[in-house]
């Protein structure tokens, strides 16, 4: 299988703990998204990378929130001291590299913070 | 991210019947993408419009782009049970202005009854 995948696929921690999820996009995809979406809203754009440059961060990504994409190719997000909003479907989506491909969305890590 | 409005935010029709949801904005969009997210699913690319007054159809799908490049809509003919999940049009940001993420909004929810 080609397409982007994520890892884990589920996660509950409790309310302090840390958290990394993991984000491998499509092979020679130079840009990689990471999204978060609650129940009945549209995935809200965190974060991209151009290779290992993290381009823009949305304000939604507070401190506690950190992304790497340290070769260029796989991505992780990191949570520190998660709190119970944190609790969402986190989507990483991966793009060719130019501004209007289409985005080849993941099937997500869901995390609950209990 | 350019915001756009997005109705009706949920659609109930019986198997068979069509369906059309309407993307609006207050500006001029540069392009936009349309993604479908059946549930428990991960959004998945459908088209992208980038022409004034453009057309273009997928089966049962019609895509249409305003002749201001202000609106757009999605017409499903003939709705099928594996046309259920939810319908979001995506604006894109003009080239220069950044690769922002893309902005989803709430999207459409379509649910069919058979």
């Known amino acids: 299988d080609t397409g982007v995948s994520q890892n884990p696929r589920h996660k509950i921690t409790k309310r302090g703990q840390n958290v990394t999820f993991r984000c491998d996009p499509i092979?020679?995809?130079?840009?990689l998204y990471w999204y978060r979406q609650t129940l009945g809203q549209g995935p809200e754009f965190l974060t991209y990378f151009q290779n290992e440059a993290q381009l823009e961060k949305s304000r939604l990504l507070s401190d506690r929130f950190s992304a790497e994409r340290p070769k260029g190719s796989f991505s992780t997000l990191e949570i520190q001291r998660t709190e119970q909003g944190d609790s969402a479907m986190y989507l990483c989506?991966?793009?060719?590299?130019?501004?209007?491909?289409?985005?080849?969305f993941g099937p997500g890590t869901r995390l609950t913070v209990l | 991210g350019q915001q756009v409005m997005q109705i009706p935010q949920y659609q109930h029709v019986q198997e068979g019947e069509d369906f059309t949801t309407y993307c609006n904005s207050s500006?001029?969009?540069?392009?936009i993408q349309w993604y479908k997210q059946r549930p428990g699913g991960h959004p998945v690319f459908l088209i992208q419009?980038?022409?004034?007054?453009e057309v273009k159809k997928q089966k049962r799908l019609t895509f249409q782009f305003g002749e201001a490049k202000k609106n757009s809509s999605l017409h499903i003919t003939a709705t099928q049970t594996t046309d259920v999940g939810t319908y979001f049009c995506v604006p894109l940001p003009y080239s220069g202005g950044g690769a922002d993420g893309l902005t989803f909004g709430k999207g459409t929810h379509l649910i069919i009854q058979p």
């Open positions: 419009l980038v022409k004034s007054g």
């Open positions: 092979s020679e995809h130079n840009r």
């Open positions: 989506a991966s793009s060719p590299g130019t501004d209007g491909d289409e985005q080849f």
């Open positions: 500006t001029t969009l540069s392009n």
